[in-house]
């Protein structure tokens, strides 16, 4: 006796196959995964909230009112003053004169920093004799003390320092440090040489991500040592050259340390000065502590403005 045939088709009635069980969904995971991300994040989110966006809102504030240092529990008024403190930032002549400082510093510190970075950590990067003992030594000044260094460049370019004896008759007078023309740029060339190591450092790290091929068809091709260089080394780090040409810029908009110690706190005449050390002589030193904000936020705005501008031409827009 003949049985009669059962449809096997997928779906079909009666069918005896199991139909094949549903992929998971595929947001599901993604909704985990971010959810786990946001965690992580959040300590980390906090404690900017906490350490820095609420002190800048709070010098927001400040900056557009009359504001005065007290005695913890004395409570006193701070009227609204609009844009008054405002406008005394932008008509005091040592704030002014602050900020031409930054613009000479910056205009040699950045080049010198991006130039000597990347050749050094080229030559780095390549087989190298001592290699080790070359990165430690290049990064050992970054991880020194400010004020150990500046007792050394005291010693170095003081009025009776290595430097100016051994120049003799061609040292110049009035000498380094106390010479109006030549402070700020003593300064850029100490910050530069102190901060080598660490803009070394991430070129370093940048140049690893540079494919071998890349040499080496150019080397077929029979470049030279510069057009390799120029060719190869230097598109192949280029978003290593925004980042190290915005923190220059940003440590240098920053400067407090070294002119306060190295030229005796912005001196001669405030011909070394920087923006941070005015801050701190107007709002601790003379308790001007609302002038003191809004120079702060008018330095936010400048460095900003510096960074966007500074990675404008440095990105370049990929094909």
């Not at 449809?7 to 995964?33: E, I, Q, V």
């Not at 006193?76 to 008054?84: E, I, K, Q, T, Y």
């Not at 008509?91 to 205009?107: A, H, K, M, Q, W």
């Amino acid at each position: 006796m003949s049985l009669p045939l059962i449809s096997r088709r997928p779906g079909a009635a009666g069918t005896t196959g199991a139909a094949p069980a549903p992929a998971p969904a595929a947001g599901g995971a993604r909704r985990g995964t971010r959810s786990l991300g946001a965690l992580f994040v959040s300590p980390y989110a906090l404690f900017l909230l906490v350490v820095f966006a609420v002190p800048l809102g709070y010098t927001v504030w400040m900056s557009f009112h009359r504001f005065y240092f007290t005695a913890p529990g004395t409570d006193v008024d701070a009227p609204w003053v609009g844009l008054g403190n405002y406008r005394d930032v932008f008509t005091d002549p040592v704030v002014l004169r602050s900020f031409l400082n930054i613009g000479v510093f910056l205009v040699l510190n950045i080049p010198l920093t991006v130039v000597l970075s990347l050749v050094l950590a080229s030559a780095l990067n390549s087989r190298l004799p001592m290699r080790s003992f070359f990165r430690a030594a290049y990064y050992l000044p970054y991880v020194t003390a400010s004020v150990a260094l500046v007792a050394v460049w005291g010693y170095l370019f003081g009025t009776d320092g290595l430097l100016n004896q051994t120049l003799g008759g061609l040292a110049p007078d009035p000498s380094w440090l106390v010479n109006s023309t030549l402070a700020m740029p003593v300064v850029a060339v100490f910050v530069t040489w102190k901060n080598l190591g660490f803009f070394v450092m991430l070129y370093l790290a940048a140049l690893q991500s540079v494919p071998r091929e890349l040499y080496e068809a150019v080397s077929v091709d029979g470049a030279g040592r510069v057009r390799t260089f120029l060719t190869v080394t230097v598109p192949g780090v280029r978003h290593a050259t925004t980042l190290v040409t915005v923190l220059a810029i940003i440590k240098g908009c920053n400067l407090f340390t070294e002119p306060y110690l190295l030229t005796g706190g912005g001196g001669p005449d405030h011909a070394s000065a920087s923006p941070v050390l005015i801050l701190y002589q107007k709002g601790i030193e003379q308790a001007h502590p609302d002038f003191a904000a809004a120079l702060g936020v008018v330095l936010v705005l400048f460095v900003v403005t510096l960074s966007l501008i500074a990675r404008r031409f440095t990105e370049k827009k990929e094909g």
